[in-house]
């Protein structure tokens, strides 16, 4: 069964480009989750949607970062504008609910220059 | 951010030999204490979870030790393979916050 999927594995864009990471999560769970990874900072919490509904946003660093989740089936990740401290790799997650084990992508290593 | 620490911060053990990583916890009302194990270029993925109404879980070569008033929890690896070289990552819920990883590197 396919787990979940990330796009694009890679980007690179310039400093004040608008950035969009994509997600689909495993068919059937009902939570999702982005995160970041970084060397210093380790992996972050941004967000976290259960049933399509943002429930905890307070790991989003700032207002250029946004998320949406407008079906069971899809979520976004955007920065506008980026910045290159946003580089990272930034990964999506799901689990059926809450408590329960989260089924990460490969996620995307966005590099702004 | 961080309300799970963990240690240490990067491991080298023999082939043969036990790995041991530590976590650490605040919030009482945490119910999920999963460990992920993390290769480079992939997304972590579950290794073994706990619930706090045990104290010990095996899976093979991997067990969790849960001390439940101390709020820690340790991940041990036996007989530790060079295939087990991976960053390793303690969770908690209800925030699903995330340790700082373990970089395990075993020796042949």
């Known amino acids: 069964d396919a787990g979940v999927i990330q796009s694009p594995r890679h980007e690179v864009t310039e400093m004040g480009q608008e950035v969009t990471l994509r997600c689909k999560p495993i068919?059937?769970?009902?939570?999702l989750f982005w995160y970041r990874q970084t060397m210093m900072r380790g992996l972050e919490l941004l967000i976290y949607?259960?049933?399509?509904?943002?429930?905890?946003d307070s790991g989003m660093p700032e207002d250029r970062f946004s998320a949406k989740m407008p079906n069971a089936s899809f979520s976004t990740l955007k920065i506008q504008p980026s910045e290159p401290r946003d580089s990272a790799v930034y990964f999506c997650?799901?689990?059926?609910?809450?408590?329960?084990?989260?089924?990460f992508g490969d996620g995307t290593r966005l590099s702004i220059l | 951010q961080q309300q799970v620490k963990q240690s240490p911060q990067s491991l080298i053990v023999q082939k043969g030999g036990i790995s041991i990583i530590n976590c650490a916890y605040e919030n009482t009302a945490f119910d999920y204490f999963p460990w992920y194990q993390q290769f480079p270029g992939k997304g972590p993925a579950l290794l073994i979870a706990?619930?706090?109404?045990?104290s010990e879980k095996k899976e093979g070569r991997f067990t969790i030790s849960f001390n439940k008033s101390a709020k820690q929890f340790s991940l041990h690896i036996m007989d530790s393979q060079p295939g087990d070289s991976a960053t390793y990552f303690c969770?908690?819920?209800?925030?699903?916050?995330f340790g700082a990883g373990t970089r395990l590197t075993v020796k042949p």
């Open positions: 969770a908690a819920s209800n925030d699903m916050r």
């Open positions: 997650a799901s689990s059926q609910r809450r408590n329960q084990p989260q089924h």
């Open positions: 706990i619930r706090p109404d045990v």
């Open positions: 068919s059937g769970h009902n939570s």
């Open positions: 949607f259960n049933n399509n509904v943002p429930i905890d």
